[in-house]
Nanobody
């Protein structure tokens, strides 16, 4: 079994900040990378940020300089610190974990809503 539980979403005014958290439980030893994706109404799910076991990070161009992904391996938790939020950041944010077995298996959280008002 493997489970991802997100928290920290909510309503914030433009220019504000939020921090999302995602806790992994179960067979977490297989995790090779974790990340955050988002999906706005009527749009496809898109990558926001990822972090590897070696703490290598990558970001979508639209969030560079505003969002920071970090990870606490001892707690099997990944965070997304979001600052200078814009209305276009409004979306459901999903936590993702890549589980390295014979192949890579993707696990997803249930999603947390982030709404940025103008």
């Amino acid at each position: 079994q493997f489970e991802l539980v997100e928290s920290g979403g909510g309503l914030v005014q433009a220019g504000g900040s939020l921090r999302l958290s995602c806790v992994a439980s179960g067979d977490t030893i297989c995790i090779s990378a974790m990340g955050w994706y988002r999906q706005a109404p009527g749009k496809e799910r898109e990558l926001v940020a990822t972090i590897t076991n070696g703490d290598g990070t990558s970001y979508a161009d639209s969030v560079k300089g505003r969002f920071t992904i970090s990870r606490d391996n001892a707690k099997d938790t990944v965070y997304l610190q979001m600052s200078s939020l814009k209305p276009e950041d409004t979306a459901v944010y999903y936590c993702n974990a890549e589980c390295q077995r014979l192949t890579v298996i993707d696990f997803w959280g249930q999603g947390t809503q982030v709404t940025v008002s103008s």
